[in-house]
């Protein structure tokens, strides 16, 4: 079946602006993450859903990010007033469920740069 | 809290010679272990998991990982790397009481030559 998905695969934006990024999961698929990974580093989480839910939004780095989720299907990014530090690959990725031993089924990632 | 260590940035290694990819954990109570492996341009994929029971698990494109408990380890292992294994692992660990939240190490880019 179709595996986790994520559009657009790269965006090149210029500071301040706002961008959107999303992720399509597994479907079937009721938890949903998303991580940060910068140049040469792991992978930073930043929020997860459980359904349409976030009950741990506690590793956004700022108020400028923010994410959605539309039920158990997809999910939006948004990064407002963009900076440069926030060029990176973000990562989506989704589970079976939240609880039990479900390995997280990773999309290909949007490449952001920040100019 | 959890935490995955992966010591070694960079492993190279000759086609035909065994792998081994290191990876130490700290977590509170039992653990849930991972490895991933990330190709150029591309996600992360899933290669195994440590759940409980045996503690050598075996996993995708003939890689396999050791636990060790009392040495709080995770090294993901290949007996014969091929040029095609080269790629960016990743380790990671949840509590079993921890639903969700993966720690990832900082990955180490491995490199096959032929």
């Known amino acids: 079946g179709a595996g986790v998905s994520q559009s657009p695969s790269n965006k090149v934006t210029e500071k301040g602006k706002d961008v959107e990024l999303r992720c399509d999961p597994i479907s079937g698929h009721t938890a949903l993450y998303w991580y940060r990974q910068r140049l040469g580093q792991g992978l930073e989480f930043l929020i997860y859903?459980?359904?349409?839910?976030?009950?741990?939004k506690s590793g956004l780095p700022s108020d400028r990010f923010s994410a959605e989720r539309t039920g158990e299907s997809v999910s939006t990014l948004t990064i407002q007033r963009t900076q440069q530090e926030d060029s990176a690959v973000y990562l989506c990725?989704?589970?079976?469920?939240?609880?039990?031993?479900?390995?997280?089924?990773f999309g290909p990632g949007t490449r952001l740069t920040v100019l | 809290a959890q935490s995955v260590a992966q010591p070694e940035d960079q492993v190279n290694v000759a086609e035909g010679n065994p792998l081994t990819v290191k990876c130490t954990y700290s977590v509170s109570g039992n653990p849930y272990l991972f490895w991933y492996v990330q190709y150029p341009n591309r996600g992360l994929q899933f290669l195994l998991k440590y759940i409980t029971g045996d503690n050598l698990v075996k996993g995708s494109y003939g890689f396999e990982a050791e636990f060790n408990k009392s040495q709080t380890s995770f090294h993901l292992k290949k007996p014969s790397a091929l040029v095609s294994d080269s790629a960016l692992y990743f380790c990671a660990v949840r509590a079993l009481s921890n639903d969700y939240k993966l720690s990832f190490g900082a990955g180490t880019t491995v490199t096959v030559r032929a």
């Open positions: 859903f459980q359904g349409n839910s976030a009950p741990d």
């Open positions: 990725a989704s589970s079976l469920r939240r609880t039990g031993p479900n390995e997280q089924f």
